[in-house]
């Protein structure tokens, strides 16, 4: 099982960007799909999470700016984010969770904000 993820780069603050991450492998189903991030020096922090009856979480440090879609039949789940800020500047990974105790990451894609 695979995790692409793709959709980082550079933006001013005010900007916006759109992740997208795509599950390939043998997967029978996927229940939460989900993005979190890593700055440097913090730890991994949870950022959205939908479920695979669209039930959907977020932190509260991106509630009205991010939104987390999924697309169950193409095992897709994209992160629209606007108003970035620099606070926002992550390392962002897609999450699959299959059951409580089997997950799979994806490999990390770098979001910077400049001010």
């Known amino acids: 099982v695979q995790l692409q993820a793709s959709g980082g780069g550079l933006v001013q603050a005010g900007g916006s960007l759109r992740l997208s991450c795509a599950a390939s492998?043998?997967?029978?189903?996927?229940?939460?799909m989900g993005w979190y991030r890593q700055a440097p020096g913090k730890q991994r922090e949870l950022v959205a999470v939908i479920s695979s009856g669209s039930t959907i979480n977020y932190a509260d440090s991106v509630k009205g700016r991010f939104t987390i879609s999924r697309d169950n039949a193409k095992r897709t789940v994209d992160l629209q984010m606007n108003s970035l800020e620099p606070e926002d500047t992550a390392v962002y990974y897609c999450n699959a969770q299959i059951t409580t105790a089997l997950y799979y990451w994806g490999q990390g894609t770098q979001v910077t904000v400049s001010s």
């Open positions: 492998g043998r997967l029978f189903s996927i229940k939460d």
